[in-house]
């Protein structure tokens, strides 16, 4: 193919040479060096003419004002396999495989890095499951179920039917709290039975009070039955007695982490026994009776 020897327009009753017709007719695209040659071949080059570079493989159109190339230039002249593509080769047909196309294979998969320059598949998580930093994962993510709202808690109190009170306080020793009702409870692994409370490793709030009558002094505590100690001591209280006796309650208070399962109990001490009502008089307005009561919250 000869070089484009530009634009031209014939008019009627030309002769034409070979030149002409290699180097004008022949050519839907012109063929040129290079830019410099293009442009001082075509001088005044028409709105939609193509010509071809040779120095950068480029092909052009003139848009009316300007040469504008048409796209992406050059020839893939070899493919070298890395993460996740195999094959490759510098001529011939050239097959490229990602693996990538093949791992993510179910809907809602994920490609997440490792950290190695290397890519891995998270399956798609169980429903309502939400995604989930984790170092300790190889991807440093996971699903996992959401959290709900930061805490859970449950709330234990002691019911007795109506006009049943509280029943004797006995003195000298600690003494343990009914509590056989789980009012709201969704701490997972948080259990009431026997009067005791069984709770996982975390971190816990917890509030609690205990009505005393006719027993002078008394103070509440949060005990650990499986390692003999005591979580949270309550404040001290005082409650009359004798002919003026009166309802007193006590109170705790406080913040604690324990790292494994620990089951334990809502105990209370006083310095006179108080008899059938001692841990509390009834109300008798026949809508029951609540006496001790104890609220837990899971922070961690």
Known sequence: ???????????????????????????????????????????????????????????????????????????????????????????????????????????????????????????????????????????????????????????????????????TFTSGAWRTRDLNTSQFNNITSCSLSSNQITLPAGTYQIWGFAPAFNVNRHQARFYNITDSTVTILGMSSYTRSGANAQTGYASIQGAFTIAGTKTFEFQHRCETTGSSNGFGVSADLGSGEIYAQLTISKVA
């Open 1 to 167: 193919m000869a070089a484009g020897l530009g634009f031209k327009t014939f008019n009627t009753g030309d002769v034409l040479s070979a030149a002409d017709v290699n180097g004008y007719l022949m050519q839907g695209v012109l063929v040129f060096a290079d830019a410099a040659a293009r442009d001082a071949a075509i001088t005044s080059p028409q709105e939609g003419q193509f010509a071809y570079t040779k120095d950068t493989n480029g092909l052009w159109y003139y848009s009316g004002s300007a040469w504008v190339a048409s796209g992406a230039t050059g020839d893939i002249e070899g493919v070298t396999a890395g993460t996740g593509i195999s094959g490759g080769g510098t001529s011939g047909t050239v097959t490229i495989t990602n693996s990538m196309a093949t791992a993510i294979d179910a809907k809602g998969d994920l490609i997440v890095g490792t950290g190695a320059d290397t890519f891995s598949r998270l399956a798609v998580g169980t429903n309502n499951y939400v995604l989930t930093a984790d170092s300790a994962e190889a991807t440093g993510l996971k699903w996992a179920a959401a959290s709900s709202g930061g805490f859970t808690t449950a709330i234990f109190h002691d019911a007795k039917s109506d006009t049943t009170a509280g029943g």
